[in-house]
């Protein structure tokens, strides 16, 4: 039930957390923005420019250059026409990510079990991240060969310390810093079967899609992984609020994946109700 639950957390949060960035733009404070028309107003009204200078930090970091870092309307263009086809799957088609997905879990809580020596529990955090990336990897570069375990927990790894350098402004002369891009790019090239030669930076990176469709997306699935396993029902705070058997809401759900799913779909048309209006890096 819990792996259910954190599958259907993942496949709904891919979708709608990579179209809620592409509407992203500066704002030291965040802004709640409710509804439809305030969303498609602060669409019509930012510019590459505002989206794009939050997010210098995770060019640097990352040498990624896609649609929240360009200021080049030409490539936006062809980047999020790029993504929206990628999202625009047949029901089929996720019926078989869901497949995939689920046994990739399976496979992964084995390993770790192992890897660790304990057969009951593996650590959560990597598990979410192990299981996200992996889902984002059959999503978006479904032709590259499934990656081991060393590689993927790497991956994750280097991305998840270097994030948190573009939140303390690291500095790009740090030893420590660059030892991890440098860890960073070998295992990319391996997973990505890139040779020394090949370029793995700028707009061809495949970082360019994995950190706004993993970065953030994991994070948000361990937290409400964490609301809906483990925070007793009800509110402590409230009693007025009912209560919510989440478990129960996310079996039903997985009976039927594909209806609740394709209604995510538009929102990457401008349409996604926002609640924080903060680009990303910022």
Not at 53 to 66: G, M, S, T
Not at 234 to 247: C, F
Request: hydrophobic share 40%; with cysteine.
């Amino acid at each position: 039930m819990a792996s259910k639950a954190l599958l259907v957390t993942v496949v709904c949060l891919v979708i709608v957390l990579f179209a809620y960035s592409l509407i992203l733009q500066k704002s030291k404070t965040p802004r709640i923005l409710r509804g439809v028309l305030q969303s498609r107003h602060a669409l019509r009204s930012s510019t590459l420019a505002s989206r794009a200078a939050p997010n210098q930090r995770l060019l640097e970091i990352f040498k990624i250059d896609n649609a929240f870092t360009t200021n080049d309307p030409v490539y936006h263009s062809r980047f999020t026409k790029k993504i929206g086809g990628k999202l625009n799957t047949p029901d089929e088609g996720w019926r078989t990510l869901a497949t995939s997905t689920f046994d990739n879990l399976r496979h992964t809580i084995l390993l770790k079990q192992e890897k660790q020596g304990d057969k009951k529990y593996v650590r959560l955090n990597p598990l979410v991240q192990s299981l996200v990336f992996r889902f984002v990897l059959l999503k978006f570069f479904p032709d590259i060969p499934s990656p081991s375990e060393d590689d993927v927990e790497i991956i994750t790894t280097c991305i998840n310390s270097l994030w948190l350098a573009t939140k303390f402004h690291a500095s790009q002369a740090d030893a420590n810093l660059f030892e991890t891009q440098m860890q960073l790019e070998r295992s990319l090239r391996k997973v990505f079967e890139k040779s020394p030669t090949d370029r793995i930076n700028g707009r061809v990176s495949p970082l360019n899609i994995i950190i706004p469709a993993y970065e953030s997306v994991w994070r948000v699935a361990l937290r409400c992984f964490l609301e809906a396993r483990f925070r007793s029902q009800g509110n402590e705070v409230d009693e007025s609020i009912p209560l919510v058997d989440y478990q129960r809401i996310f079996a039903r759900f997985m009976r039927d994946l594909v209806p609740p799913i394709r209604q995510y779909l538009p929102l990457i048309n401008g349409s996604l109700p926002l609640t924080n209006n903060r680009a990303i890096g910022q």
